[in-house]
């Protein structure tokens, strides 16, 4: 699994918990490469950390890059989510910055979107790949104590909570995150069974917004 975000791993650890698969952290790999995020788009980052640690392990890998886009800001901060604000910040500091960012606007223009994009590769360079979206708007002030990042500012409208207010199981039903994920469970159980690449790839649905590399 080529992250090192705590918050991320326990997320993703909890929605393949059923699966017949050892799930290894790249934190067990103290001499993995150091991966630079420096992608344009979500794409780019997963997609870059997948090969460049299935290549390195030979080992299957999976790699996601996620973030939060916020209309008001222009889609901003993006791909730059975990360094929005500059360098150093806690989460929180994080959470305030944006705050201050859209100090002023209204809530009928605080609409913003969680995305995910999550990249299966193998050694020899095939991927799959995978998008999660979830809608939603950024609170005035910091509610709820789970998760992590921005979930105590991203309001669910239907729900009225925040990301943080809600339990693992409920964010795992409609976080970004765990769609991307989902879409890659088939794929996952039938190379856990034994079955090839080309097959693991006909048994999961193509995604609607990112085409199978």
């Given at each position: 699994m080529g992250t090192k975000n705590r918050?991320?791993?326990?997320?993703?650890?909890?929605?393949?918990?059923?699966?017949?698969?050892?799930?290894?952290?790249?934190?067990?790999?103290?001499?993995?490469?150091?991966?630079?995020?420096?992608?344009q788009t979500f794409l780019d980052n997963a997609i870059k950390k997948a090969r460049t640690i299935a290549q390195w392990s030979g080992r299957l890998t999976l790699a996601e890059d996620s973030g939060l886009e916020v209309a008001a800001l222009g889609g901003q901060p993006g791909v730059y989510t975990a360094r929005f604000g500059g360098p150093g910040l806690t989460p929180r500091q994080r959470c305030l910055y944006l705050?201050?960012?859209l100090q002023g606007v209204p809530d009928t223009e605080r609409q913003a979107e969680f995305r995910c994009v999550a990249v299966l590769a193998d050694p020899l360079g095939?991927?799959?790949?995978?998008?999660?979206?979830?809608p939603g708007m950024i609170g005035h002030e910091l509610r709820g104590e789970q998760g992590f990042g921005y979930d105590p500012l991203f309001i669910i409208p239907q729900l009225g909570r925040t990301m943080a207010?809600?339990?693992?199981?409920?964010?795992?039903?409609?976080?970004?995150?765990?769609?991307?994920?989902r879409a890659l469970i088939p794929a996952l159980t039938a190379?856990?069974?034994?079955?090839?690449?080309?097959?693991?790839?006909?048994?999961?649905?193509?995604?609607?917004?990112?085409?199978?590399?």
């Amino acid at each position: 699994m080529g992250t090192k975000n705590r918050g991320k791993l326990v997320e993703i650890q909890r929605l393949f918990s059923g699966l017949e698969l050892e799930l290894l952290p790249l934190t067990d790999f103290p001499d993995a490469p150091d991966v630079v995020e420096d992608g344009q788009t979500f794409l780019d980052n997963a997609i870059k950390k997948a090969r460049t640690i299935a290549q390195w392990s030979g080992r299957l890998t999976l790699a996601e890059d996620s973030g939060l886009e916020v209309a008001a800001l222009g889609g901003q901060p993006g791909v730059y989510t975990a360094r929005f604000g500059g360098p150093g910040l806690t989460p929180r500091q994080r959470c305030l910055y944006l705050l201050e960012r859209l100090q002023g606007v209204p809530d009928t223009e605080r609409q913003a979107e969680f995305r995910c994009v999550a990249v299966l590769a193998d050694p020899l360079g095939s991927m799959l790949v995978r998008e999660g979206r979830c809608p939603g708007m950024i609170g005035h002030e910091l509610r709820g104590e789970q998760g992590f990042g921005y979930d105590p500012l991203f309001i669910i409208p239907q729900l009225g909570r925040t990301m943080a207010e809600l339990s693992p199981e409920d964010k795992d039903r409609l976080s970004h995150r765990a769609q991307a994920m989902r879409a890659l469970i088939p794929a996952l159980t039938a190379l856990a069974q034994g079955r090839t690449w080309d097959e693991a790839c006909q048994a999961t649905a193509p995604s609607p917004q990112i085409p199978l590399a």
